[in-house]
């Protein structure tokens, strides 16, 4: 499964489409999560940029999780894929 950009899910795609989607969302959910927890964004005491540097350093974790989805993450989004595509087939 190759990633270039994250789309968001749309009601026009295909089932498949769909859920290969929002695999990769939830991947890329889940890598901010714990970019936010290893202290990736919070602001330096020594260079304290101040309330701007607070507001947007959250946008800068999720854009960083993002990149880190394109360039091929950690493969959460195929196995969560492959599962969700399982669990259909069986319906």
Request: overall charge negative; hydrophobic content about 40%; charged content about 20%.
């Amino acid at each position: 499964m190759k990633v270039s950009t994250l789309p968001h899910v749309s009601q026009s795609q295909s089932p498949q489409t769909r859920l290969e989607n929002a695999a990769i969302e939830l991947e890329a959910a889940f890598l901010a999560e714990m970019l936010k927890s290893a202290g990736v964004g919070k602001t330096r005491q020594s260079f304290g940029g101040g309330a701007g540097e607070d507001q947007f350093s959250s946008m800068l974790v999720q854009h960083q999780a993002q990149q880190l989805v394109r360039s091929g993450g950690v493969g959460l989004s195929e196995i969560l894929f492959k599962s969700l595509m399982e669990k259909t087939d069986d319906v």
